[in-house]
């Protein structure tokens, strides 16, 4: 099967400067580097830094690279976001509209009052009323219309009243706009903001109905990450021309809405405690679109800068920590001279950096023997928040040795690295294998999905013939190990 090409980079490069030049101190940022490799539950896989408008660093750890697509998740929402503004400047879209009018079908089967006094700010802000996430019961609901489902679960309080991270509430959003445009956010996103900003190429997910989720599923490049917030940043205006007015990047930026009305006052206050916007949050700094496991687009208008990282990361807050720490007092308010040797260290710096692969030789060091064929199967118990894997095979070929992970939808076939270091591959799934055999029993590989922030690490032991299976971090959507890659722009429903 020929590989599956990368995404072509933006025509258009963000304009550079060295950070020096534009007030940032390299230290600073090669401190955060340092921070972040340390971080025990992060593992960061990208990093854009934007000041007064220009690129002054970026990097991507090896195996991931500036022109890889990265599932987003929740940053989604951001997204989103943007084309209800859009749509709200073309009178498609009132925000003080009942959510329910825009879906007459349903109206018969709503009846009660809160739920038919939501309007479509109301779940703009996560203010619909639901004291929590909703999505599993509005599933139950309807398993074929979320939009339904979400509709006929009645509020616990008045809309507006009460925050709820709540996944069918974007679901409906998104859902809106694409009735109101008769297109998917992409394709009307792209000319009114993918094109104007030279995003280049993002796939978003879809479900079986056809609508992309609007709360997750887009996978963009940092690079893209990195525009969206400068588009904020300069208030809905790019390379001096207006495309959304400053009054509704304004509006989608402030609190609408307390996150967590008992926080403490002050700089004890979190990051997930500062209120919510349109599918924003307020930041201890400026705001942000976020998505789990560290997908951060962070404006900060106070220091005229934009931050975007990709990442796994187990504990986000650990991530923003470092970020306050060590990156915004990077931040001077003018020019830095005679600092060219640390500019240089840290271009230097990001031009290598690199997540280690697992530790291991690329065949059994007593040779062949009992490892050729051999199956494993999973150890009872330990597995069972795993992606449904019933066996590993392991085998040696022409082509070097391989890794086939079996679950219901079937075998994944994965090369095992033949030097050490990562070995990339794009088809069947975009994956990067590494590791090796650890002794003459123990065969330990990580499996990175590189369009996604996830890895799998899989251990298979020749004297028990078992094997054990972990994620570093979850995947959130479901599916086979096949599903985690960017939708083809052809076919994109999961099913």
């Given at each position: 099967m020929s590989a599956r090409p990368l995404p072509s980079s933006s025509a258009h490069a963000l304009p550079s400067s060295t950070p020096s030049a534009q007030g940032v101190d390299a230290l600073g940022v090669l401190a955060f580097l340092d921070a972040v490799e340390s971080a025990e539950l992060v593992?960061?896989?990208?990093?854009?830094?934007?000041?007064?408008?220009?690129?002054?660093?970026?990097?991507?750890w090896e195996p991931y690279a500036p022109d890889r697509l990265h599932l987003l998740y929740s940053l989604s929402k951001s997204f989103t976001s943007t084309a209800v503004g859009f749509a709200v400047a073309e009178g498609l879209i009132g925000l003080d509209d009942p959510v329910v009018s825009y879906f007459p079908e349903?109206?018969?089967?709503?009846?009660?009052?809160?739920?038919?006094?939501?309007?479509?700010?109301?779940?703009?802000?996560?203010?619909?009323?639901?004291?929590?996430?909703?999505?599993?019961?509005?599933?139950?609901?309807?398993?074929?219309?979320?939009?339904?489902?979400?509709?006929?679960?009645?509020?616990?309080?008045?809309?507006?009243?009460?925050?709820?991270?709540?996944?069918?509430?974007?679901?409906?959003?998104?859902?809106?706009?694409?009735?109101?445009?008769?297109?998917?956010l992409t394709a009307y996103l792209r000319p009114r903001l993918l094109d104007p900003l030279g995003f280049g190429e993002?796939?978003?997910?879809t479900d079986r109905s056809g609508r992309e989720l609007g709360f997750s599923g887009l996978h963009g490049t940092t690079d893209a990450i990195a525009r969206l917030g400068q588009f904020s940043l300069d208030e809905g205006t790019w390379q001096g021309q207006r495309l959304l007015s400053r009054e509704w990047i304004a509006e989608a930026t402030r609190e609408h809405v307390?996150?967590?009305?008992?926080?403490?006052?002050?700089?004890?206050?979190?990051?997930?405690?500062?209120g919510y916007g349109f599918q924003f949050w307020r930041s201890r700094h400026g705001y942000r679109g976020d998505g789990a496991y560290g997908q951060f687009c962070l404006v900060l208008p106070e220091q005229d800068a934009v931050i975007a990282t990709t990442a796994a990361a187990g504990d986000m807050q650990a991530l923003l920590t470092l970020v306050w720490e060590h990156l915004l007092p990077a931040f001077g308010p003018r020019p830095l001279t005679g600092r060219e040797e640390a500019d240089a260290a840290l271009a230097e710096r990001l031009a290598r950096l690199a997540l280690p692969p697992a530790p291991g030789e690329p065949a059994p060091p007593q040779g062949a023997g009992a490892w050729s064929g051999a199956v494993f199967?999973?150890?009872a118990g330990v597995c069972a928040d795993q992606p449904g894997l019933t066996g590993v095979t392991v085998a040696e070929g022409a082509d070097g040795w391989t890794l086939s992970l079996t679950e219901e939808q079937g075998d994944l076939r994965l090369a095992l690295p033949a030097t050490g270091g990562w070995r990339v591959s794009e088809e069947p799934v975009p994956t990067a294998v590494g590791g090796g055999w650890t002794d003459a029993g123990t065969l330990t590989v990580h499996v990175a999905f590189l369009e996604t922030p996830h890895r799998l690490r899989v251990t298979c032991s020749l004297a028990e013939r078992t094997f054990t299976a972990r994620w570093d971090t979850a995947p959130l959507h479901g599916g086979s190990l096949r599903s985690l890659r960017a939708p083809d722009r052809s076919s994109r429903s999961d099913g």
């Open positions: 593992e960061p896989h990208s990093l854009m830094i934007l000041r007064h408008g220009r690129l002054v660093a970026s990097g991507w349903f109206e018969a089967d709503v009846t009660d009052p809160r739920s038919r006094a939501m309007l479509v700010r109301h779940v703009a802000s996560m203010a619909s009323g639901h004291a929590q996430e909703t999505y599993d019961r509005a599933h139950a609901l309807d398993p074929d219309d979320l939009v339904r489902g979400f509709l006929l679960l009645p509020p616990d309080r008045e809309p507006g009243s009460v925050f709820a991270y709540n996944q069918p509430a974007t679901y409906t959003l998104a859902a809106i706009v694409q009735r109101v445009t008769g297109q998917s993002v796939a978003w997910r307390p996150t967590n009305p008992g926080a403490p006052d002050g700089a004890q206050r979190g990051d997930w405690d500062r199967a999973p150890v």
